[in-house]
Each structure stands twice: as structure tokens, then as C-alpha cells.
């Protein structure tokens, strides 16, 4: 009788242990699957292409708003500044959301684009087509 | 018995967490791959780039008159003046080409006037591309439309586009 009460004992906290380890381990999972999907390199990635290609789309005179709340969110934890986000030299796009990081692409049209923060929404960035070159 | 039952479960529990670590490996393993290539986006570039040639060598429905007019084709017509730009401080090489043709309506055989721009260097990797398809070479794209010159003179122009930037879009 002791024995087999000593033995359930047992059975119930290594039970408790292993559902414990296995709840961490998910959870560890899933953080690092969401951290991979929203991490700097990614959105980099991502934003640089997008603001190319719309330019690419775009004509002059046009005023292009892009939700980058994600993006501007990551680069305030990072300390880059919301000004330095998105920069274009020419007719290359850099999208710099971390320190050391930045991921440029280029675009065909040969347009004057300018680009700035949204200043009432703190969300948004502003790319404006100025005309051609 | 009482030993050899504990004995079994530490077994159980340690198969247990050797699939857990094999299962966790296969996710991060599958999550790394998908994430470290990159996005590719030569296809819509492709689609832009063709839609800008189209408008500039014709608009609403009209052939530009700096290509042709009273259906002769200047000799000096280029795509020089359609405001785009292949060079880039990113590439050494420009990335792009493109190519246009004019047709008369009834004869799709012989082109009247060929117009191009950009790398000539990609246009045979197109032609390797028609048996396979391989991503690791250029985008190649084509696109036919139907126009009118001012004497309402019937033509087929179609454009070739090819993008190439593979190292940014695709995992060499």
C-alpha cells in the first residue's frame, strides 16, 4: 500500500514536469517563429521592394501613404530615428530599421521621390513623386 | 517490478524528448529556409516595367508621333526619352532590357521598326528559358498590344521586358 501510494506520487509530478517542459518548449517555438516573421532583416526586406515597386507604378505628382506601424515600431526599439527609416539616394531605396542593419533596392522609374514621415498619423510614411528627372 | 517500471518511463520520457528536439529542429530548420530566401518580386517588376514601355511608345491607343508619323518610323526614335533609368549604384551592370516591336496588323512576321534598352547580354537566357524554366536566370516577360498611328494606320506592338537582379531575389 505505501509503495503503490509512493508510486502515483511520482507518476503525477513527473506528469506535471513533463506537461511544464512541453508548454516552454512551444512556447519557445512559436516566439521564435514570430520573432523570425517580424524581424528587422525581413521588414527590411520587404519595405524596400514595396516602396520600389509603388514608385515603379507611380507618376509624377502622385502621394503614395504606406503603413509602416510594424516597421516604426522595430526601428524606435532599435533607436533609429523615424526620419532615417526610409531614405532614397538616386534611384536606390534604403529601408533601415536597426543600427547596423539597411537593405536597399532599386527602382526604373527616373523620377525626383521624397520621402517623409506622417506626421498626424505616426504610422504612415509619405512617399511623394515630384516629377520626372 | 517497482524498479523496472521507473526504469521504462525514464526511457519514455527521455524517447520523448528526443522527438521534441527532433520535431523542434525540423521547425527550425523549415522556419530558417523560408525566411532566408528572399522575396521575388521580379514578376510584378516585370509587369511595371512592360506597362511604362507601353505607355511611353503609345498612348490611349495612339503610337507616339517622336516613334512614327504618316506611318514612316523616324530613324532617331529611341526609348531614350521614356524616363527610365537602368543603371543603379547597386549593380554593376545594368539589370534591365527591353525590347519593342512594330507590326502591321496583317503581317506579325516582320517587324517594321525594333526598339531597345538596357542589357542586351539577358536576352539569350530567355531563349534558354523557353524549354526550362530556371529562377537562378533572368524574368523574361511579353506583352502584345493593338495601335493606331495619326493615319489611323493599324499596328501590333509587342514588348519584351527582362528583369535580372537574381542575387536580391532569388537564393543563389
Redesign the interface.
Known amino acids: 500500500m505505501i ?1 503503490k501510494r509512493g ?1 502515483k506520487g ?2 503525477l509530478v ?1 506528469n506535471v514536469i ?1 506537461i511544464i517542459l ?1 508548454v516552454i ?1 512551444l512556447m519557445i ?1 512559436i516566439l ?2 514570430y520573432r ?2 517580424n ?1 528587422a ?2 521588414l527590411e ?2 519595405y524596400a ?1 514595396n516602396i ?2 509603388l514608385i ?2 507611380g507618376k509624377p505628382i502622385m502621394e503614395m501613404k504606406l503603413n509602416m506601424e510594424d516597421a516604426m515600431a522595430l526601428a524606435e526599439k532599435n533607436g533609429v530615428n523615424r526620419e532615417e527609416i526610409v531614405k532614397i ?4 531605396v534604403t529601408v533601415k530599421l536597426s543600427e547596423k542593419g539597411g537593405y ?3 527602382f ?4 525626383d521621390v521624397t520621402t517623409y514621415p506622417d506626421v498626424p498619423t505616426e504610422k504612415n510614411y509619405v512617399i511623394k513623386i515630384n516629377g ?2 | 517490478m ?1 524498479i523496472k ?2 526504469r521504462g ?1 525514464k526511457i519514455l ?1 527521455l524517447y ?1 524528448f528526443a522527438i ?1 528536439i527532433i520535431i ?1 529542429g525540423g ?2 530548420a523549415m ?2 529556409v523560408y ?1 532566408g530566401f ?2 521575388d ?1 521580379r514578376d ?2 516585370n509587369r ?2 512592360i506597362n ?1 514601355v507601353a505607355d511611353c511608345v503609345s498612348y490611349t491607343g495612339r503610337i507616339n508621333q517622336e516613334i512614327i508619323s504618316s506611318g514612316e518610323f523616324y530613324q532617331n526614335a529611341s526609348l531614350d526619352k521614356c ?4 543603371t ?4 554593376e551592370e545594368e ?2 532590357y527591353v525590347k519593342v516591336d512594330f507590326y502591321r496588323i496583317n503581317d506579325l512576321n516582320n517587324s517594321l521598326r525594333t526598339l531597345t534598352k538596357g542589357n542586351l547580354n539577358w536576352a539569350p537566357q530567355c531563349e534558354i528559358q523557353k524549354e526550362k524554366e530556371s529562377k537562378n536566370l533572368v524574368q523574361c516577360s511579353t506583352k502584345a498590344f493593338y495601335s493606331l498611328d495619326d493615319k489611323d494606320n493599324q499596328y501590333i506592338i509587342k514588348i519584351l521586358g527582362i528583369v535580372r537582379k537574381s542575387e ?1 531575389n532569388v537564393r543563389t
Open positions: 509503495k508510486k511520482t507518476i513527473e513533463f512541453n518548449f517555438l521564435f517563429i523570425q516573421g524581424g532583416v525581413v526586406q520587404s521592394k520600389a515597386l515603379d507604378a539616394t538616386g534611384n536606390l536597399s533596392y532599386s526604373f522609374k527616373n523620377v520626372y528627372k | 517497482l517500471n521507473k518511463d520520457s520523448w521534441l523542434a521547425i527550425f522556419v530558417y525566411y528572399p522575396y518580386v510584378i517588376e511595371l516595367l511604362a524616363n527610365l533609368i537602368f543603379s549604384p547597386e549593380w539589370q534591365y536580391k
